[in-house]
Structure formats: structure tokens, C-alpha cells
């Protein structure tokens, strides 16, 4: 009978064991697997922030081709693009409540004046909401008066930010792109 008993207390103990042993390993997998999703997010915003700021490269080369007799005027401040979402200062709110202070981000930004600026879903028209802010900053290239850089700037969720910077040449044959480089 005793030993029926002392069996029945090592079962028991075994059993509660297993038990722990395996909650371990489930609150283990579970918070593994809420970090990845975590970390796979943070990558794709990080990508959409970075996509954001080649688009907004992009579209600034179209447009400044379109403008490509009047770039002293541009680089100087003076003309912009028609793609604008008001006055060129102030906060712009943002989808995640963040704000972007064209203001503050001129100011940061000497010797750069603001190009383009809006919420990226109104830049592609696209179908799909967008959280991303992109702005296009110019100045005129100090080795010649024929090429003019682009500083494409992204912002998104999570404090995301990403910059491509363009330096662009005009010649008799059209606008070309003679350097791309992006910083985050």
C-alpha cells in the first residue's frame, strides 16, 4: 500500500513537471513568434518608407523635367510643383497621429527649399490608403547651373523615415539623373 502511494506521488510530481515544462515552451514559441511578427512589420514599413522616397525621387525628376528652363527659379525657391496640400509650412498630420513640420523640416534643411509635399496616396492616386507623407526638397548644384539636386524625403508610421537624394543634369538631349544615393 505505501509504495502504491509514493507511485502515486512521483506520477504526480512527473506529471506536474511535464506540465511546467511544457508551458515553458509554449509562452517561449508564443513570444518568439509575436517578435517575428513585430520585427516583419517594422521591415515592411521600413520598405513602403523607403519605396515612398524613390517614388517621390521619381516623380520630382518628371516634373522638374517638365520645369527644366525655369531651375534657377526652382533651386532658388521661387516656383514649385503643383503637387502641394497647402501652404508650405506648418504640421501635416499623419495617419498614426505623428505630425511632419514642413517648417521645422525646411529649417533643418539650409540651402534646400521645399519642391513637393503631400500624403503619398495623393501623389499616385492609387486605390489603396497610403500612410506615408513624401516631400521634395531642391537646391542648385554649386559645380554648374545645369544641374539641380533633389532631396525625396518619405515619412511613415512608427517614426519611418527615409531620403533618396538625386543630383540632375539638363543638356540640350533632356534631363538626366547623374547621381542616386539614399540615406535613412
Same mark, same amino acid.
Given at each position: 500500500?505505501?509504495? #502504491?502511494?509514493? &507511485? =502515486? ?5 512527473? $506529471? ?13 514559441? /508564443?513570444?518568439?513568434?509575436?517578435? &517575428? !511578427?513585430?520585427? %516583419?512589420?517594422? *521591415?515592411? +514599413? +521600413? ?7 524613390? %517614388?517621390?525621387? &521619381? ?6 523635367? $517638365?520645369? %527644366?528652363? &525655369? ?10 510643383? /503643383? ?31 521645399? *519642391? ?22 531642391? !537646391?542648385?548644384?554649386? !559645380? ?7 532631396? =525625396? ?5 512608427? +517614426?519611418?523615415?527615409?531620403?533618396? #537624394? ?19
Amino acid at each position: 500500500m505505501r509504495s #502504491e502511494k509514493s &507511485e =502515486a506521488g512521483v506520477a504526480l510530481l512527473l $506529471t506536474i513537471m511535464t506540465m511546467l515544462l511544457l508551458s515553458a515552451v509554449v509562452g517561449a514559441l /508564443t513570444l518568439l513568434t509575436s517578435s &517575428e !511578427s513585430l520585427i %516583419a512589420a517594422s *521591415f515592411r +514599413g +521600413g520598405r513602403e518608407v523607403f519605396y515612398g522616397a524613390e %517614388a517621390m525621387g &521619381e516623380w520630382s525628376v518628371g516634373a522638374l523635367t $517638365t520645369l %527644366a528652363d &525655369e531651375w534657377t527659379a526652382v533651386a532658388a525657391g521661387l516656383k514649385t510643383s /503643383t503637387f502641394l496640400d497647402g501652404l508650405p509650412s506648418g504640421p501635416r498630420a499623419m495617419a498614426d497621429g505623428a505630425a511632419v513640420d514642413l517648417t521645422a523640416l525646411a529649417a533643418a534643411n539650409p540651402g534646400w527649399h521645399l *519642391f513637393a509635399y503631400g500624403p503619398f496616396r495623393d501623389l499616385v492616386r492609387s486605390s489603396q490608403a497610403s500612410p506615408l507623407y513624401v516631400v521634395a526638397l531642391v !537646391s542648385q548644384d554649386d !559645380s554648374s547651373l545645369d544641374k539641380v539636386k533633389v532631396r =525625396a524625403m518619405a515619412f511613415g508610421p512608427r +517614426g519611418g523615415r527615409r531620403i533618396v #537624394e538625386l543630383v540632375l543634369v539638363r543638356s540640350p538631349r533632356g534631363v538626366h539623373v547623374v547621381s542616386w544615393s539614399w540615406a535613412s
